[in-house]
Structure formats: structure tokens, C-alpha cells
């Protein structure tokens, strides 16, 4: 359980650290009018401290379990897991794929590259989240089985 919720509190993380930062634009020069009234910052604004999700970033928790569609329209699977990268990106998805009532199918990892994220009544799920994969199912069923470090027998590079 403490493994699970470290892993789901990495993957947010991971998640947030993705999002491009945007640099700001030099300021304007000065024209010797009067500036306009100045505003608080927002909490948390330079600290690095995220104060509140915004309308297109997504949870960590509200991607577990969402389905995966292929471009025509299949359900291949749910998304299992997050692959979150060395530099806290995340990297790709391993999708539980091919189950019947938990039980057979495998688990493929997919590069984040081939993955977008959609919202709208069309995904299935209560809270409207799919992931469309640029993969067919030819291509999930015939990809090796993901292997995580536990199942090669290695320490995750972020244990001591």
C-alpha cells in the first residue's frame, strides 16, 4: 500500500514536471507614464509550490485505470502504470491489456510519444478520461510483455 501511494505520488509529480515552463518576455521599456496598479502575486507563484490543478492537467489517480483506445475506436486495455523517467518526465504507460475479469492478458509498456490523453463522453469511464494510443491491436498483442526492474530481480534506481 505504501509502495502504491509513493508510486502514484511520484507519478503526479512526474506528471507536474512535465508541463513546459514559460519563460518570461523582457519587460517593456519605460515610457515615463504611469505604471498600471500592481496585482498580488498569486500563493506560491516563483516558489515552485503548485497551489491548484488546472483545467488541462490531469491526476495521476484519475489516469490509473482509464481505458485505451486505438485510433479506430477499440478498447485494448487500462491504463496500470506510469513509466516516469530519470529526470522525474514521464516517460510512458504500461497498459493491462488483453484480461478477462483480471485474469490472462499481459502488460505492455507504451512510449509516451505514441499516447494523448482525451476527455468527453465517448471514453466510458465516470470521470471521462481515456488514453488514445497510435498503436493498433495487432500491434499491443504482438509486443513483448513489459518487465519492471522487481520483475528482472533489480533495485529501482530511486531505493538505497
Request: glycine content about 12%; charged content about 15%; overall charge positive.
Amino acid at each position: 500500500m505504501m509502495k502504491k501511494t509513493l508510486i502514484t505520488s511520484l507519478a503526479t509529480l512526474a506528471l507536474l514536471a512535465s508541463v513546459p515552463a514559460f519563460a518570461q518576455s523582457a519587460p517593456p521599456p519605460d515610457t515615463g507614464a504611469s505604471p498600471p496598479a500592481a496585482t498580488a502575486p498569486s500563493p506560491g507563484a516563483g516558489t515552485g509550490i503548485i497551489t491548484s490543478q488546472t483545467s488541462n492537467e490531469i491526476l495521476a489517480k484519475d489516469l490509473m485505470g482509464s481505458p485505451v483506445m486505438t485510433p479506430d475506436g477499440k478498447k485494448i486495455g487500462v491504463v496500470k502504470d506510469l513509466i516516469i523517467g530519470p529526470q522525474g518526465q514521464v516517460s510512458g504507460l504500461v497498459i493491462a491489456s488483453g484480461s478477462f475479469l483480471g485474469l490472462g492478458g499481459k502488460s505492455v509498456g507504451v512510449s509516451a510519444s505514441k499516447v494523448s490523453i482525451e476527455s468527453g463522453p465517448k471514453s466510458g469511464k465516470g470521470d471521462d478520461t481515456m488514453v488514445l494510443v497510435r498503436l493498433t491491436q495487432n500491434d499491443i498483442q504482438a509486443a513483448p510483455e513489459f518487465k519492471s526492474v522487481d520483475d528482472l530481480g533489480k533495485s529501482p534506481p530511486m531505493q538505497k
